[in-house]
């Protein structure tokens, strides 16, 4: 099953705050989970967002997807933890987590990663710094337990190794753009394509938020972060 956690997006893109107030984050956020939940309807396969956000359920029905309630809100390491003990309740042999904050991806490139899993094992999709998990793929659905954040690969794949079996690091470049700082908006707005997340940020950047002040805010939210 494709597991996509969805938090409150009321209260979405933090980290996009010094150069987005917040109803225009949430107008983001929303506009990315469209894009990845079009590009997942394109692929065969279950697909259930984790969440209690009231946006996601109706897109969720929009697509046919199912929905595993999220009732506490705390993370995406929480609610992937939950969904998990659903999807072994219900006797699923793998998960594929994918996140809302990938806009670029394509159902090619969910094929891709299921073609690379092993029959006992993960796959690891970085992103574009290697210092995030944009996607990973258990087989069984708990071989290891996930814990999502700005520094999530190395502990991802350090699980996976420890498990003994199989692990699959696949470099796919649309998955590794997820948008959480002004510098990732500007390379989403940059990036080939006319999705509608592409052209919102387009026109994020041309109403004033040039280049060099995306950059500024950027490295501001990074010291914040230290």
């Known amino acids: 099953m494709i597991l996509v956690p969805v938090k409150n997006s009321a209260n979405a893109k933090q980290r996009l705050s010094a150069a987005l ?13 469209q894009d990845v939940l079009l590009a997942l309807a394109q692929f065969a396969h279950d697909v259930s967002l984790v969440t209690s956000d009231p946006f996601a359920i109706e897109l969720a029905g929009n ?39 990938i806009p670029l991806i394509e159902a090619a490139d969910v094929q891709a990663i299921y073609e690379h899993a092993p029959e006992r094992g993960a796959v690891l999709v970085p992103s574009g710094d290697r210092r995030g998990t944009n996607a990973v793929l258990r087989r069984p659905a708990d071989l290891f337990p996930l814990r999502f954040g700005n520094d999530s690969f190395m502990p991802h794949l350090n699980a996976a190794v420890a498990t003994g079996a199989s692990c699959v690091v696949l470099a796919l470049p649309r998955i590794a753009l997820d948008v959480d700082t002004p510098e990732d908006l ?16 387009r026109r994020l950047v041309s109403s004033g938020w040039n280049s060099q002040r995306l950059a500024d805010n950027s490295q501001r939210s990074s010291l914040a972060e230290l």
């Open 21 to 33: 107030d917040q109803p225009t984050r949430t107008e983001l956020a929303r506009t990315m989970l």
């Open 63 to 101: 697509h046919g997807f199912g929905v595993i309630r999220d009732h506490r809100n705390l993370s995406e390491t929480d609610a992937i933890g939950v969904a998990t003990q659903v999807c072994i309740s219900r006797c699923i042999e793998d998960t594929l987590v994918i996140p809302g904050d």
């Open 186 to 201: 500007a390379q989403l707005a940059n990036s080939d394509g006319e999705r509608p997340s592409q052209l919102l940020a």
